[in-house]
């Protein structure tokens, strides 16, 4: 069972809105800090943003004022919220989240599927 899913990308026109989510599974007692990556068509994988168990957050300069993460523990989510979207905003986004599983005393790191966004101009 692959430990978090994302889900939510799609296609969007410039100037538009989408929502993704990373939810981790039964296994996953909790989720500590996860963050968001971006991986452009021949690309390295970016940091966009970042939130803390604290629910302290982190902004790569690109997106802030326009991206907002957020989390809801009790859903075991964590959102990207990201409004005023730009072409170069197109990417596979990956979640990347430390997680406590369930009987084990110490958390483990891991990578979702991705899921992929493309913005039109």
């Known amino acids: 069972q692959v430990p978090v899913v994302e889900s939510g990308g799609g296609l969007a026109q410039a100037g538009g809105s989408l929502r993704l989510s990373c939810t981790a599974s039964?296994?996953?007692?909790?989720?500590?800090?996860l963050g968001w990556y971006r991986q452009a068509p021949g690309g390295q994988r970016d940091l966009v943003a970042s939130?803390?168990?604290?629910?302290?957050?982190n902004y790569a300069d690109s997106v802030k004022g326009r991206f907002t993460i957020s989390r809801d523990n009790a859903k075991k989510t964590v959102y990207l919220q990201m409004n005023s979207l730009k072409p170069e905003d197109t990417g596979v986004y990956y979640c990347?989240?430390?997680?406590?599983?369930?009987?084990?005393?110490?958390?483990?790191?891991?990578w979702g599927q991705g899921t992929q966004v493309t913005v039109s101009s």
């Open positions: 990347n989240a430390d997680l406590r599983i369930y009987g084990s005393t110490a958390t483990s790191n891991y």
């Open positions: 039964r296994a996953v007692a909790r989720i500590d800090s």
């Open positions: 939130i803390a168990s604290s629910s302290n957050t």
